[in-house]
C-alpha cells in the first residue's frame, strides 16, 4: 500500500526551482513523497532536511529515501521548532522551504489514528503521539462553549452549538469512546448529510484542528521558514481547506508590503520592510487528470512567495 501519493507534485518542484547543491527543507515530509523530487532536481549533491511530528512518517520517509545517503537528514519536530532544528544542525539560511498541510493519507486510513468518521477507531486524532490530549479528552473534557467554538470556528459549522449540546448530555451517560459513535451522534443531530457533505466532516475536522492546534501552528511555522529563507529563495505551501489558506495567504500578503504608513507621514514609523515577493497570484490548484487520479487532491491550493 502507498503511504501517501504526493500532491501537486511537478507544480512544488517547479515553483521552488532547486538548484544543483542548494539546501531544501520540507517542513511535512509525511512519506517523502515531495522531499524525493525535489533531492533528485538538487542533485547530484544538493541536501534536504526533512521533518515530521509523527514518528511513522519519519519512519516510512527513512526507507523511502534510503538511496540519497548523507544528502538527507531526517528529524522528528514540530515545524514550529523550525529555527531550533536548523541551529542544531549548524545552518543559518536555506534555498527554499516546503510545507504540505493536514493528515497524510497513512494517517487518515488507519483506523486506529481515528482521523476517519467512516472507519471505527478510537477518537484519537494525535499526528503526533506524543502529545498530551487526544480528541477523545477534549470531548471529555471542554465545556459547551469550548466545543461549540471548536466546531463553528475550526469545522466551519453553522449548527456548532446543537452539536456540542448532544455531547455534553450523551457524555453524561456514557463516555465518547470511537469515531463512529461520535459519527451517529452528529448524525441524529444534522441529519446524515448536511451541506453537502456528510454532517460529521466539519464535526471532525474542528476536532482535528483543535488536537494538533493546527492553525497555531502554521502561522508560527510560516514565520521562522520565512526568516531561514536565502535571499531568491522559495517558500512553497500546500493547503487543504479554506481556514488555512487564509492564513497563509495573509501571511505572505503582509509579508509582501513594505511599509504601511500614511503617505502625509514625513518619515515611515511603522518599520514594516517587504521580505517576501508572491509568485503565485492566485494559488496553484490540480489538474483534472490529477483529481481523476487522486481524489483527494480536490480541495488542494497551492502558494508561492520568494525571499527578496
Ligand atoms: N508531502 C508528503 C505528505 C505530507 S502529509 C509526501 O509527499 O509524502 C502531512 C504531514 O505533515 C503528515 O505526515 C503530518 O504528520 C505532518 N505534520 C502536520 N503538522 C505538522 C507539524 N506541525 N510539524 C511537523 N509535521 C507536521
Known sequence: MTYHTPVLLEEVVTQLQPRRGGLYVDCTVGGGGHAREILYAC?????????DWDEEAIAASRERLSE????IQLVRANYVELERVLMSLGITAVD????????SSRQFDEPGRGFSFQREGPLDMRMNRQLGATARDVLRTA?????????RVYGEEKRARAVARQI???RQRKPLETTTQLARLVET?????????H????????LRIAVNNELDNLKRGLEVAGRFLKSGGRLAVISFHSLEDRIVKQF?????SGCICPPDLPACVCGRRQSLRIVTRKPVTPREEEVRANPRARSAKLRVAEKV
Request: hydrophobic share 40%; charged share 20%; no cysteine.
Open 96 to 103: 527554499g522551504v516546503a510545507f504540505d498541510l493536514g493528515v
Open 43 to 51: 542533485g547530484p549533491d544538493g541536501q534536504l532536511i526533512g521533518l
Open 168 to 170: 455534553v448530555e450523551e
Open 252 to 256: 505572505l500578503v503582509e509579508q509582501s
Open 143 to 151: 465545556s459547551l462553549e469550548e466545543l461549540a467554538k471548536i466546531f
Open 68 to 71: 540519497f545517503g548523507g544528502r
Open 189 to 197: 443531530v444534522l441529519g446524515r448529510r448536511h451541506g453537502g457533505v
Open 199 to 206: 454532517s460529521a466532516t466539519r464535526v471532525f475536522q474542528g
